[in-house]
C-alpha cells in the first residue's frame, strides 16, 4: 500500500473547506428564511 498523495491530501481538504463553506451558507440561508416568514406572520 503506498503514502497517500499530497496531492490527493490537498484536493480533499479544499473539497472539506468548501463543503463547510456551503454548509454555513445553506444554514444561514434557511434561518433568514425563518425569520423572514416570522416577520411576515407577526405583521398580518
Known amino acids: ?3 497517500p498523495d499530497p496531492d490527493t491530501d ?3 481538504r479544499r ?3 468548501r463543503a463547510i ?3 454555513l451558507a445553506l444554514g444561514g440561508f434557511v434561518i433568514l428564511l425563518y425569520f ?3 416577520a411576515r406572520m ?3
Request: proline residues 0%; hydrophobic residues 50%.
Open 21 to 23: 463553506v456551503m454548509g
Open 15 to 17: 473539497q472539506r473547506a
Open 10 to 12: 490537498e484536493i480533499r
Open 36 to 38: 423572514i416568514t416570522i
Open 1 to 3: 500500500m503506498s503514502a
Open 42 to 44: 407577526g405583521a398580518q
